[in-house]
């Protein structure tokens, strides 16, 4: 069975800096994909980023980069000038490969890490 | 930019009542699923659906739960006869054709049982 863990519950980082978020997982399936997630105070769950595992290139969206190493099993999302606007929990999530045929694959969702912008 | 829309956003309900959530999934997706999140807790796993059927489901998911999507747009979430352990945050969550594993989740239906 996979499974998905986040080693930090909370963490707090000053408006403008960059902060990483960590993440580890456990599978022995060579075909899936990974997300972050974000949710806000209002509960909506917001995909941030996805990577590929066949990808060697690191995903990156606007401010937001992961570090992913196959190997090591993983996934850490680096989020750069962080803004007030990122203050949410961030969950780490692990999807097998969709298998063609209709299957659906489900999310795995870590713990969370609970990120706190301070102005 | 197409979404996910969930009602009601929150409902209050006593135990042993029955309770429906319903979910109108982005347009052109195929794939739906259930999640829920007890307050403080992870996102977890309920059930996938796909043609008009189950494809996935939790240990979660007992006898007590159901899905349809009864007339092609709205799928909906039942839960016959709810027990205080319900009580939590539940989303629904779309997915397009094969090849692209973005789920999209709604905005969540925060469930109270009494």
């Known amino acids: 069975a996979q499974t998905v863990t986040q080693s930090q519950p909370e963490m707090s980082v000053q408006e403008a800096e960059t902060v990483t978020l960590s993440c580890t997982y456990d599978t022995s399936e060579n075909n899936y994909y990974l997300f972050w997630y974000k949710q806000p105070p209002s509960r909506q769950m917001i995909l941030v980023i996805r990577?590929?595992?066949?990808?060697?290139q690191n995903a990156t969206e606007n401010r937001f980069s992961v570090n992913f190493q196959k190997a090591a099993k993983s996934f850490s999302l680096k989020i750069s000038d962080s803004q007030l606007g990122d203050t949410a929990m961030y969950f780490c999530a692990f999807m097998k490969g969709l298998n063609y045929g209709g299957a659906t694959n489900k999310l795995i969702f870590g713990t969370g890490t609970l990120l706190a912008v301070q102005p | 930019e197409p979404e996910v829309t969930q009602t009601p956003s929150h409902q209050v309900t006593q135990m042993g009542q029955e309770v429906i959530l319903r979910c109108v999934p982005i347009?052109?997706?195929?794939?739906f699923y259930w999640y829920r999140q007890i307050l403080g807790q992870k996102v977890e796993f309920l059930v996938s659906?796909?043609?008009?059927?189950?494809?996935?489901k939790s240990e979660i998911f007992d006898d007590q739960f159901s899905v349809e999507r009864p007339d092609g747009s709205n799928f909906t979430l039942k839960i016959r006869s709810t027990k205080l352990e319900d009580s939590a945050m539940y989303f629904c969550?779309?997915?397009?054709?094969?090849?692209?594993?973005?789920?999209?989740f709604g905005p969540g239906t925060r469930l109270t049982v009494t």
């Open positions: 659906f796909y043609n008009n059927e189950i494809s996935e």
């Open positions: 347009s052109n997706h195929l794939y």
């Open positions: 990577q590929e595992a066949y990808k060697q």
């Open positions: 969550a779309t997915q397009g054709r094969e090849g692209r594993n973005e789920q999209y």
